[in-house]
């Protein structure tokens, strides 16, 4: 494990290790408050880098990495590249809504009138 002591070069590191391998790698962070420590930490299982800091001036870096990381590891398919010059690559299909259905195949649960039912009177000593 490495420990790098300037923020460019963690998230450099940690952004390429995510492209060379995103099926094996891994995001840790730990956020220690009794030692007011900040530890994050990436591996693929053959590399491993961690950044710790104890300084809260590094919040809002922390958080624009997650949010690149993120949005690099959302489930999203690649649109294909064209064949030909002239061609334009398909648009992915989504799937249709459930809310697109035929009123018809549509069942709602009965109505119920407001009526409860009674409770049982207090036994008395």
Same mark, same amino acid.
């Given at each position: 494990?490495?420990? &790098?002591?300037?923020?460019?070069?963690?998230?450099?590191?940690?952004?390429? !290790?995510?492209? @060379?391998?995103?099926?094996?790698? /891994?995001?840790?962070?730990?956020?220690?408050?009794?030692?007011?420590? !900040?530890?994050?930490? &990436?591996?693929?299982?053959?590399?491993?880098?961690?950044?710790?800091?104890? $300084?809260? &001036?590094?919040?809002? /870096?922390?958080?624009? !990495?997650?949010? $690149? !990381?993120?949005? @690099?590891? +959302?489930? /999203? /398919?690649?649109?294909?590249? %064209?064949?030909? &010059?002239?061609? +334009?690559?398909?648009?992915?299909?989504?799937?249709?809504?459930? $809310?697109?259905? %035929? #009123? #018809?195949?549509?069942? $709602?649960? %009965?109505?119920?009138?407001?009526?409860? @039912?009674?409770?049982?009177?207090?036994?008395?000593?």
């Amino acid at each position: 494990m490495v420990y &790098i002591h300037s923020w460019q070069e963690f998230q450099d590191a940690a952004e390429a !290790l995510y492209a @060379k391998s995103p099926d094996k790698a /891994r995001y840790v962070v730990k956020w220690k408050s009794a030692e007011g420590k !900040l530890v994050l930490k &990436i591996t693929d299982d053959t590399t491993c880098i961690k950044f710790k800091t104890f $300084s809260s &001036i590094f919040l809002n /870096r922390f958080e624009a !990495l997650n949010l $690149s !990381l993120i949005q @690099k590891m +959302q489930n /999203r /398919r690649k649109e294909e590249q %064209p064949k030909s &010059i002239g061609e +334009q690559p398909t648009p992915p299909v989504e799937p249709v809504a459930e $809310s697109t259905a %035929p #009123a #018809a195949t549509i069942q $709602s649960a %009965p109505i119920t009138s407001g009526v409860s @039912k009674k409770k049982k009177p207090k036994k008395k000593k």
